[in-house]
């Protein structure tokens, strides 16, 4: 009597050499795709020799659909994630400037107050040079 229990799909990489050869493009189609599982996988790898020619054009065809789609989507929010990125590196660019805008202004403040006051001792100085020459 035959074992009533079902021989499991083929493994991921235990696919015969010949389903591999004739269908290499399209393993490799499954085998990418984001949309299935692991299970999903190991099915469609399964049963592709028995698939009609129509269900195999009709797999490839929404296989390379759903990759161009991922890709367009990547690609758009590729450029989102650019345009985030170049406002946030500006962002960051003009908070340095501030900063070191406001270091320098601080700088000069005190470098200023110091002449300041340097000049007004040497006033005193000289003030009190000709007033003890004055005596």
Known sequence: MPDPTPSPPPQQGTVPAD????????????????????????????????????????????????????????????????KVASAESVKQTEEDRTKRRMERTGKEAAHKEKEDEATEDILKQIEEAGGTQAR
Do not use: C, H
């Open 19 to 82: 389903v591999t050869q004739k269908f290499g493009d399209l393993i490799e189609l499954i085998n990418k795709s984001e949309s299935m599982n692991e299970e999903e996988r190991k099915y469609w790898v399964g049963i592709l020799p028995v698939m009609t020619p129509e269900q195999i054009q009709n797999l490839r065809d929404i296989l390379e659909n759903e990759r161009k789609q991922l890709a367009s989507i990547d690609a758009k929010y590729q450029g989102e994630i650019d």
